[in-house]
């Protein structure tokens, strides 16, 4: 049977499908004739969207059910404060059935052509002995290259696909890189770029791969990105006992500071031209990527303005109005 998409799902739609749980509650019936029992909310999901999954009938459920557990659900949607899929029965689906497209989005840009831009960009750019061979040092790490090649950068915000930490990465490289060479003199082009590919590498293990929608691992709930990201970037550092210190201390802040304000989670705000230039550097590709998001996640809105965005805290303007036509 074909995969029918949350997207596609209306008001009377039939519904025998697979959807992965992203979301469980058990909340009580509110009639006093019910007092005490119980039922299931659920959030089910695809690579298109999400909707409310309800099971009334506390006996239908078998084997408990978890976050990021996909279930073959059975089942018809209807209006309750929008639409909800009322579920008759549903079956766990084996892991090895899963077909990861169905809940998985990946980058657009084709992977390997994105890591053998930024080695190139590096190779041009990065000119600082002691930089370059610490740059090597990640590329001889197989398993943390493959990793960062397939990583998402967020879980929901922006780049939160496979492939988003890569794709975000080059995009952070190549805004550094124009900025460089606007400001030639305050800018150490070997340093920044560097920052720059180092800057998220944290999220490699901020992230559970394994988990369908990007849930954080115990060790990116515990200390961030930006902690691990330190751990994984000293102990390639140790593999080079003679890296200047003063260059090891430039670097760190960079990495520890690129959230650019306390209250954004970040340790220490930039106090060097490096460190606020890739702080801005980052935020830009953030931001360009969630409005961009939003008005993908638009399209075909004819009124010409995008749904309320609760992160960018406003709605855009697309300019698509049927109505400016007429």
Avoid at 131 to 156: G, H, N
Avoid at 210 to 234: K, V, Y
Wanted: aromatic share 10%; glycine share 6%; charged share 30%.
């Amino acid at each position: 049977m074909s995969k029918q998409f949350v997207k596609d799902l209306k008001i009377g739609s039939y519904v025998q499908s697979q959807f992965v749980v992203v979301d469980i509650r058990e909340l009580s019936f509110s009639s006093p004739a019910r007092s005490g029992e119980y039922f299931l909310k659920l959030l089910l999901g695809d690579i298109s969207g999400t909707i409310k999954g309800i099971i009334w009938d506390r006996s239908l459920v078998g084997e408990k059910i978890r976050l990021n557990d996909v279930l073959f659900v059975t089942g018809e949607v209807k209006e309750y404060y929008g639409l909800q899929l009322v579920i008759s029965s549903y079956n766990k689906v084996e892991k090895e059935k899963i077909n990861r497209n169905f809940f998985q989005a990946s980058s657009s840009r084709n992977t390997e052509e994105m890591w053998n831009r930024l080695k190139e960009i590096v190779k041009q750019d990065i000119t600082e002995k002691n930089l370059s061979q610490l740059l090597e040092i990640f590329y001889e790490d197989y398993e943390l290259v493959e990793k960062f090649k397939l990583s998402p950068a967020a879980k929901v915000i922006h780049h939160n696909y496979l492939g988003g930490l890569l794709e975000h990465t080059l995009e952070v490289v190549e805004i550094c890189r124009h900025i460089s060479e606007l400001y030639a003199r305050q800018v150490d082009k070997s340093l920044l770029m560097t920052a720059a590919v180092f800057h998220d590498i944290g999220k490699i293990e901020e992230y559970d791969l394994d988990s369908l929608t990007f849930e954080q691992t115990d060790r990116g709930r515990l200390l961030g990105h930006i902690s691990i990201g330190m751990d994984i970037l000293r102990k390639m550092l140790a593999k080079l006992p003679l890296f200047p210190g003063d260059l090891k201390m430039k670097l760190e802040h960079m990495i520890i500071s690129h959230h650019g304000e306390k209250d954004w989670g970040s340790p220490e705000v930039p106090q060097t031209f490096n460190a606020f230039t890739l702080f801005h550097a980052d935020l830009l590709s953030a931001r360009l990527k969630q409005f961009q998001q939003v008005m993908e996640k638009n399209q075909g809105n004819t009124s010409g303005w995008t749904e309320w965005d609760r992160f960018l805290e406003r709605r855009i303007y697309t300019g698509d109005s049927r109505r400016e036509e007429s």
